[in-house]
């Protein structure tokens, strides 16, 4: 490289090489900070040296000591001894017992109605078991119903009970004849065809149908009988009391079992009919409600 100096050019004489004095003072700092170092840590060291040697490592003395008895005459020179007295037991108090409450003895059974609401053809049938056989044994085991055995009297005998055959024999018993083109079919029908839908019908409306809580404290109880029509798709349709069982809130409930029931399954192809009539009885008795 050249450089120009007024109109001349001169070689470049390069970089300048470096001044000895500058290398001097690197030099002397290194020594410096090594010295500085040297010296600090040559003081911590005699500091803990120093520290350590007041320090008190020795181990504590065990004094052994010897337990004796002080004869009397010495034990009375001793000064008293400030007993302090303990303080009393704390006592709890008694908790007063709670009176045992009396117990009321439970109300005697009262007979049941001879008739069920105003209708003078429908008798009270009564189950009772046999002699000789644990009370209420035989429940629901009989074959056929058992009227005419009598009132169940308070204090005497089991309670009144109905088995299924006695439900199913009293329904028949009140049912009212058909009238002249009435193609009705009761419940207990034996048509086959009939069986399966019918069965699910009386367990549709008994899980909606339920005995009025003023009846059942009234001690009302009746049988009434309704009829009604299924539709092809299911739908209900001319809905009818037409007996009554002399308590209309027992009829009311009817009814409105029926309806909350709707709409039903509907009727199947194989049947070729467009509706489908039913005569029924709903029993309320005993705080029970049938529809058969």
């Known amino acids: 490289m050249h450089r120009t100096i007024l109109g001349s050019r001169i070689p470049d004489p390069g970089p300048l090489p470096p001044d000895p004095r500058d290398i001097m003072l690197r030099s002397q700092h ?39 008895n002080l004869p009397q005459n010495e034990v009375a020179k001793l000064p008293p001894v400030d007993a302090r007295p303990l303080p009393p037991p704390q006592v709890t108090p008694e908790r007063p017992a709670r009176p045992i409450p009396e117990q009321i003895a439970p109300p005697k059974s009262l007979p049941g109605p001879q008739h069920f609401g105003t209708a003078p053809d429908v008798s009270l049938p009564q189950t009772t078991p046999p002699q000789g056989l644990a009370e209420g ?44 083109g009435d193609d009705s079919v009761t419940l207990d029908t034996d048509e086959f065809k009939f069986i399966s839908y019918n069965r699910w019908l009386k367990y549709k409306v008994e899980s909606v149908l339920k005995y009025p809580e003023l009846a059942a404290v ?11 029509n299924i539709m092809k798709d299911g739908s209900l349709q001319g809905l009818e009391l037409i007996r009554s069982s002399g308590y209309k809130i027992l009829d009311d409930e009817a009814l409105r079992a029926i309806r909350a029931t709707a709409p039903f ?16 009885a709903v029993l309320f008795y005993l705080n029970e409600a049938y529809i058969r």
């Open 265 to 280: 399954q509907p009727l199947p192809d194989g049947w070729k009919m467009d509706h489908y009539t039913i005569r029924a």
């Open 30 to 68: 290194v020594t410096r900070f090594i010295i500085a170092s040297f010296g600090l840590h040559l003081l911590l060291v005699v500091a803990a040296v120093y520290l350590a040697g007041r320090a008190d490592l020795s181990l504590p003395v065990i004094t052994p000591v010897d337990v004796v």
């Open 218 to 228: 009234s001690g009302l109880q009746g049988t009434l009988y309704i009829q009604f």
């Open 137 to 180: 044994s035989d429940k629901g085991t009989s074959p056929t119903g058992k009227p005419g055995i009598g009132l169940h009297e308070a204090g005497k005998g089991p309670l009144p009970f109905l088995s299924q055959a006695d439900i199913d024999a009293l329904a028949r018993k009140g049912m009212p004849e058909k009238r002249p």
